[in-house]
């Protein structure tokens, strides 16, 4: 989404009016010329105008009058400067306003995967690109971290753990977190952590939780135990376990989310 800005021919005149006055009149011209971009929705540009009106009110006193070419060339600035602010905040939401946003997010608590799907295809390269040029991790490596967040980020959303903000950023960071977690010593005790993709620190499990584990383990196939094992347990890369067992390196890599998915609900539904 980007807003635009063309209000230079908006009349400016040297006639003098006070700030009350000339907000009164103009308001729907400011609406009009500020934000002539008819896809952006119509609640993005009442924040935007809202916003300008107010900052206008800040800026001039009540009591005096100026020159309607002196409140015009304020206001262009003031919009200018809301327009790029809101852009900010639409880019760092995955293109998506807040109105957009919490549509979405109903529709996904209801089984509508559109803004899942919109978060993988808008963010999902820039994320793992970011941790091969941040933390100089392997195309391999940073893909599966992206990819662990990606569960986590869909399941929070549809808990509504998630709130609008900086959604890009969030993402990002739990990726990181992940990434750099797997690249500590070994902890097999802490498997739970990775089939659902925790991003917060945990300092241990208590045993009835391990033993929920346990069992859900237990479900699993003998082939998904097989993977999960080498990569988390034996840290293993993917492309040697691949190489093991004649299988290519992607398809490997999707067997292992939907081993992590199954895992993942087996624990849910005996906690």
């Not at 980020?153 to 977690?181: C, E, P, V």
Request: aromatic share 10%; hydrophobic share 40%; charged share 30%.
């Amino acid at each position: 989404m980007n807003l635009e800005t063309s209000i230079s021919a908006v009349p400016i005149g040297e006639s003098e009016i006070s700030i009350l006055q000339f907000i009164e009149l103009n308001k729907t011209e400011i609406i009009s010329r500020s934000l002539p971009n008819q896809k952006t929705a119509q609640l993005v540009q009442v924040l935007v105008v809202k916003r300008v009106i107010e900052r206008l009110k800040q800026q001039f006193s009540a009591e005096q009058k100026y020159r309607l070419k002196i409140l015009w060339e304020a206001t262009h600035q003031l919009v200018r400067k809301e327009v790029k602010m809101q852009n900010q905040i639409v880019f760092n939401n995955f293109d998506l306003n807040q109105e957009e946003f919490q549509q979405m997010l109903t529709a996904l608590q209801k089984g509508d995967e559109r803004l899942f799907e919109k978060v993988f295809l808008s963010h999902f390269k820039a994320c793992s690109r970011f941790l091969e040029d941040r933390f100089k991790a392997t195309p391999t490596d940073a893909y599966d971290a992206s990819m662990e967040a990606l569960l986590k980020f869909h399941q929070r959303l549809k808990d509504g753990k998630i709130s609008y903000g900086n959604l890009r950023y969030l993402f990002t960071q739990m990726a990181g977190q992940i990434y750099l977690k797997s690249k500590r010593l070994p902890q097999p005790q802490k498997l739970p952590d990775n089939f659902d993709i925790i991003d917060e620190p945990t300092e241990s499990f208590s045993k009835e939780t391990l033993a929920v584990f346990g069992q859900a383990w237990e479900k699993l196939c003998v082939d998904c135990r097989g993977l999960l094992q080498a990569f988390y347990y034996q840290k293993t890369p993917l492309i040697e376990i691949a190489r093991q067992t004649n299988k290519t390196d992607v398809a490997l890599r999707k067997q292992k989310q939907r081993c992590l998915e199954k895992l993942r609900k087996a624990f849910q539904k005996l906690a």
